[in-house]
T-cell receptor, first 115, second 115 residues
């Protein structure tokens, strides 16, 4: 069975703080793909990153960084120097190899960044 | 227009009404998806179309009827819905589903309220 757990339901920080959103996954596939999406209040899911299971390099994109650790089945997302515009619900998702379109989403973490 | 668009953005309907949700993608993709997002629940995949053929139907009640006339358009026909069907309905598209690597891009969603 495949599963994604985002244990943090809500996080509230003050602007300029760093914040890490946790994502833990379960899969029996040896090849799989992990994703992060952002859902602002407007509702649209915005794609942030895709990571393949065979590529454990961490990635940085501006203020965003991702830490992929196969040993702990985690794919955590850090926002550095958070801004009010980062306020949104963030979803981690998993798709196994040859699973067609089946993306398994976590429950989401609602991030609130206060000025 | 670019990306994935959905109409209407908001819909209120009675349980005896018939309505349709429309999704259009301008990304040259040939796989399209319907998801349901209810409050406090993870996103649920409803249907997958690949090259206009339905390849996945996740035990969705028959009061939801999808239609994919071509690779750019996807419809969700609704009839005799229940109040618990009230949710945000998200459409997504991706390159043809292969081994799971392809990224899905989402529209802004239709927020549906069934009275």
């Amino acid at each position: 069975a495949q599963k994604v757990t985002q244990a943090q339901t809500e996080i509230s920080v003050v602007e300029k703080e760093d914040v890490t959103l946790d994502c833990v996954y379960e899969t029996r596939d040896t090849t799989y793909y992990l994703f992060w999406y952002k859902q602002p209040p407007s509702g649209e899911l915005v794609f942030l990153i895709r990571r393949n299971s065979f590529d454990e390099q961490n990635e940085i994109s501006g203020r965003y960084s991702w830490n992929f650790q196969k040993s702990t089945s985690s794919f955590n997302f850090t926002i550095t120097a958070s801004q009010v515009v980062d306020s949104a619900v963030y979803f981690c998702a998993l798709r196994g190899y040859n699973q067609g379109g089946k993306l398994i989403f976590g429950q989401g973490t609602e991030l609130s960044v206060k000025p | 227009e670019t990306g994935v668009t959905q109409t209407p953005r908001h819909l209120v309907m009675g349980m005896t009404n018939k309505k349709s949700l429309k999704c259009e993608q301008h990304l040259g993709h040939n796989a399209m998806y319907w998801y349901k997002q209810s409050a406090k629940k993870p996103l649920e995949l409803m249907f997958v179309y690949s090259l206009e053929e339905r390849v996945e139907n996740n035990s969705v009640p028959s009061r939801f009827s999808p239609e994919c006339p071509n690779s750019s358009h996807l419809f969700l026909h609704l009839h005799t819905l229940q109040p618990e069907d009230s949710a945000l309905y998200l459409c997504a598209s991706s390159p043809q589903s292969r081994d799971g690597e392809e990224t899905q891009y989402f529209g802004p969603g239709t927020r549906l309220l069934v009275l």
